[in-house]
C-alpha cells in the first residue's frame, strides 16, 4: 500500500503551542506509516525542524489571505509533493478549510472537517442558543462588540469574570479596568466580538475527541495539574469521568460533530455540578496524551480521511500524566534561509541539523 502523504498544520511549539506537533507524533506511530509534511506561517516556528517527524515543511499564507490565495499555494505545494490529506489544527484555518475542501477533492486531497453550520454551532459566541434544549450546563455568556457595552455587561455578570478572544486566549479580570484592558487586548489579536464568561469556582477538566457525522470514534478526559499563565496545561492526567464522556457523546450527536475537538468543562466547588466551558474545533496540544493512553486520534482521523473505516474505542489508560517542557532544536542557518526564500525544506539535506 502506499504511504499516504499527509500535511499537518499548527508548528508553532511556544508557551501557547499548536496541536500540529503531537499531531505529527502521534501519525509517526500509525500503522499507516504516512509521509508527513508540516504547514507553518512562519520559518521560525519549531516543528519546521523536527525531522524525526516531518519528511518536509512548506510556508502557507495566514487565514487572514482567504481561501483563495491559501488554495493557489496548496495547488503548488500539490504540484511539488503529491498530498493525499491536510489535516488543519488551528481554528483560525478552519472557514479557509471548509471553502476550498471541495476543490481539495478534486486535486486528489482529503480533508476531515465539520460543515460550515457545525463549526459556527460550537462557537464561543452561539454556544449558549445552540445546547439550550441539551439540559447541558454553561456558565453566564456574553459577547461584547464595543468597549461602551462593558459597563452594563461586568454588573449583569459580576466580576471576577474570564474575558476570552474568539479564536485563543483568556484572562481573568478582577475589576472593571481590567476587563477594558483585556477587551483591547484581545479585540486586537484575534477581532471582534469578544468574549465576557462568568467565572466558576471549581476543577477543570477536558475532554479530546473524535467523531463522525455526530457518532463518537474516542474521547479521551483530561485533569490539568499545571497551568501557564494564559491557563494552558502544562501537565496533566487521564482520569475517568462518565458525566464527562456521556455528556460529550451527547453534545457532539446533537451539533453532529465530524472531525476533532476538545470540550473544556468545570466542575464547581461548591454545587460539584458540571460546567461545559466552550469547545474547540481541532485537536488539542494535549492530543499525544490521548495516543499514549490508547486512543490514537489523529490516526483515526487519518482513517477516516482515506475512506476507511474505523471501530469506535472503548477504553483508555487511567493515570498517565504528560509533562510539557521546552527543548532547543539546534539546525544549520540554510534551513532558514531555505524556508524564507524558497517557503520549503525541499533542498535542505538531513542529518546535518548539528553542523
Known sequence: MKRPVVAVSGMNAVDSPGPGVPVLRSLRESKLNPELIGFAYGALEPGNFMSELLENS??????????????????????????????????SELDNYISISGELKKNGISVFLPGRKELHTRDKTFLKESLQNTGVLLPETISVQDVSAIRHVTE?????????????????????????????????????????????????????????????IGAVVMKKLF?????????????????????????????????????????????????????????????????????????????????????????????????????????????????TIKGQLLEVEKGDNHE
Open 156 to 216: 449583569k455578570i459580576g466580576f471576577p469574570l474570564f474575558v476570552k478572544g474568539v479564536f485563543y486566549e483568556a484572562y481573568l479580570a478582577r475589576n472593571y479596568e481590567e476587563a477594558v484592558g483585556y477587551f483591547y487586548a484581545m479585540a486586537g489579536k484575534w477581532g471582534i466580538p469578544v468574549i465576557f464568561q462568568k467565572y466558576i469556582s471549581g476543577e477543570e477538566i477536558n475532554v479530546c475527541a473524535l467523531a463522525k457525522e455526530g457518532e463518537m
Open 58 to 91: 512548506f510556508l502557507i499564507p495566514y487565514p487572514s489571505s482567504g481561501p483563495d490565495v491559501l488554495l493557489e499555494r496548496i495547488r503548488h505545494i500539490n504540484s511539488i509533493k503529491k498530498l493525499d490529506v491536510i489535516i488543519p489544527t488551528l481554528d
Open 227 to 339: 497551568l501557564t499563565d494564559k491557563g494552558k496545561a502544562w501537565a496533566g492526567v487521564t482520569i475517568n469521568n462518565e458525566e464527562a464522556k456521556l455528556t460529550s457523546k451527547k453534545i457532539l450527536e446533537y451539533i453532529k460533530w465530524n472531525s476533532g475537538c476538545e470540550l473544556e468543562y468545570i466542575i464547581e466547588n461548591k454545587t460539584e455540578k458540571m460546567y461545559l466551558l466552550e469547545i474547540n474545533p481541532r485537536f488539542p496540544a494535549w492530543v499525544y496524551l490521548a495516543t499514549a493512553s490508547g486512543q490514537n486520534l489523529p490516526e483515526a482521523l487519518l482513517k477516516l480521511s482515506l475512506g476507511e473505516k474505523v471501530t469506535p474505542f472503548q477504553s483508555y489508560d487511567v493515570g498517565k500524566v504528560f509533562v510539557r517542557h521546552s527543548w532547543d532544536e539546534i539546525i544549520p542557518m540554510k534551513y532558514i534561509e531555505s524556508l
